[in-house]
Nanobody, 121 residues
């Protein structure tokens, strides 16, 4: 069973930076859209950023100019570089991706288990 595995979360002071990574736990054929979501305590999960297989990014207004999403298609890995972090960025960050495990198998949507990001003031 393939899973998405995130890493890179942690505790950082306001103004600091963190880099999140997410990759499938096993080999897959391909990935298309990959994304990062986050969920703060007591709030709904929200979209942070997406990136197409061609590398076109899209961002939530709240993170534009501070966060950068990127990907390595050879590794089917997606990254989220987070700069100028604010206390309101504190949340569990989830990776999401459309993966095709093998040739001829339908693409499916997968979620990671989440990684905690805490920004202290």
């Amino acid at each position: 069973q393939v899973q998405l595995v995130e890493s890179g979360g942690g505790l950082v002071q306001a103004g600091g930076s963190l880099r999140l990574s997410c990759a499938p736990s096993g080999s897959i054929f391909s990935s298309t859209v990959m994304a990062w979501y986050r969920q703060a305590p007591g709030k709904q999960r929200e979209l942070v950023a997406t990136i197409t297989s061609g590398g076109i990014p899209n961002y939530a207004d709240s993170v534009k100019g501070r966060f950068t999403i990127s990907r390595d298609n050879a590794k089917n890995t997606v990254y989220l570089q987070m700069n100028s972090l604010k206390p309101e960025d504190t949340a569990v960050y989830y990776c999401n991706a459309d993966l095709r495990l093998r040739v001829g198998v339908p693409q499916q949507n997968y979620w990671g288990q989440g990684t905690q990001v805490t920004v202290s003031s």
